[in-house]
């Protein structure tokens, strides 16, 4: 068993900074323990889309964005040992496996040896009739609609498997982000699962690192208030973490940010319902014990967290069609801007209810606020807003008909000749919509249908 794991995060969400990992990579090389480096790239939606994708070519469907992030880091990964853990295999990792492996041929060199963990795709073993019988966290939508996408939760276990095998590179699908980082604590310090104080802890080390520079300064900052220096550049975190399940938060040297108990505070806290039972497929984390303490500049060493029972029933999303959006803008400039902005998105919503389309619109005043009460413009004028300036309406409507969706568009632009005085700067766009919703489905269901593989280069 090692003493020590070095663990960094290149990106924390799907767009996130491409090259935020460089600096990162770079920090994990001059280590001399196991080191391992993260990309949390997959959203509920995100992972959606990807299903679709995949269904239109069963070659793609992993994230679009795995070229773009590893073409800067892979060539150092493989010549410093820096195995990188990733759901960038959104809904296809076999697919996403064979693209690493021709990626590092593009860049000249050795292909690695790649592991993806499968098993959370639900729709390959039940069927869409029976997933509607779980029990329903949300989504009322997932009654009657067509079901895209459906992906359960898994956890660390499967991760630390595919470790098992050797792999430079493991890509998995949907699995909780916190698990890209628990899997190689397991793996290398040789966790039990029933070690519940080491799956909590290790959970709250995967939950911080998973948002990128959220935790080192990045969405924490408010000018003024709490001031953060070199934002442009600011560093994406690294942890190094101890057998015991104590671990110090810090990021690379030279870079921007900053890391204090108040940016650990803030994203420990994000997403997390109940601190004292925070749930995982590993444990209820439970961190009203625990101790964060500065340790120097830019580092955070954690203690005190603690474990106790997993839950039974794992978490599941379900990805439903959703019907049309469509969005549309115009702008007002000028004197009395603001009440011919206003009317403007009176003129359309009269019109579209005189055709029958009674579905809610949302009419916003982009640089007056969004949401006013547009029921009576001296109440808008009232709020204190200037009536002359520079004020864009936005409107937007889903309806189930892409052609009904359209009209709303079709008002708006109208309104160039057909409406008030100097409207212009009109944009638009409709898009297909999709609904998530979560539900409860029992861990033995599950669990037989995890498995890792290598997919050979």
């Known amino acids: 068993m090692t003493n020590a794991l070095h663990i960094g995060c290149g990106a924390g969400f799907a767009g996130d900074r491409y090259d935020a990992a460089v600096p990162v990579v770079r920090h994990l090389s001059e280590q001399d323990d196991p080191r391992y480096l993260i990309y949390e790239c997959l959203g509920e939606r995100t992972l959606a889309l990807a299903q679709l994708d995949r269904s239109r070519d069963p070659e793609r469907g992993y994230s679009p964005f795995l070229g773009r992030y590893l073409e800067l880091v892979l060539k150092d990964t493989l010549a410093h040992g820096v195995r990188i853990v990733s759901n960038l295999g959104a809904a296809n990792p076999v697919a996403g496996a064979r693209r690493v492996q021709a990626l590092a041929r593009e860049l000249g060199l050795t292909p690695p040896r790649v592991a993806v963990v499968l098993g959370d795709d639900l729709r390959e073993t039940i ?14 939508a997932l009654l009657d609609r067509q079901i895209t996408a459906a992906n359960v939760y898994l956890g660390a276990v499967p991760v630390r498997d595919a470790l098992a095998t050797g792999a430079d590179v493991v890509l998995v699908g949907r699995t909780t982000d916190s698990a890209l980082v628990l899997g190689p604590l397991m793996h290398e310090f040789g966790w039990d699962e029933d070690q519940l104080d080491h799956m909590a802890a290790g959970t709250i080390c995967g939950h911080l690192l998973e948002c990128g520079a959220q935790m080192t300064g990045a969405y924490f900052a408010d000018p003024g208030f709490k001031d953060v220096p070199d934002l442009a550049h600011v560093g994406f975190p690294v942890a190094e973490a101890a057998p015991d399940g104590s671990f110090t938060v810090s990021k690379p040297s030279g870079t921007g940010g900053v890391v204090s108990r108040a940016t650990v505070t803030e994203q420990v806290l994000y997403e997390m319902h109940d601190p004292a039972a925070y749930l995982v497929p590993e444990a209820a984390c439970d961190i009203t014990q625990m101790t964060l303490t500065e340790t120097g500049p830019d580092r955070v060493t954690v203690e005190g967290v603690r474990g106790h029972a997993r839950p039974e029933m794992l978490k599941a999303t379900i990805c439903v069609e959703n019907g049309w959006m469509a969005e549309a803008e115009l702008s007002y400039s000028g004197p009395n801007a603001l009440a011919r902005a206003e009317l403007a998105g009176r003129i359309v919503e009269t019109r579209l209810r005189e055709q029958g389309l009674n579905a809610p619109i949302a009419i916003d005043l982009i640089g007056g606020g969004a949401g006013l009460d547009r029921g009576n413009l001296a109440e808008t004028l ?76």
């Open 382 to 457: 009232g709020r204190g807003l200037p009536a002359d300036g520079d004020y864009r309406v936005r409107l937007a409507m889903i309806r189930d008909d892409k052609a009904q969706a359209n009209v709303l568009i079709e008002e708006l632009q109208a309104l160039y000749c057909s409406g008030p005085a100097g409207g212009g700067g009109f944009r638009s766009s409709l898009t297909a919509q999709l609904a998530t919703g979560s539900i409860l489905i029992p861990r033995a269901e599950v669990e037989p249908n995890i498995r890792v593989e290598v997919v050979s280069p």
């Open 127 to 140: 069927q869409d009739d029976t997933l509607r019988t779980y029990p329903r966290l949300d989504g009322a």
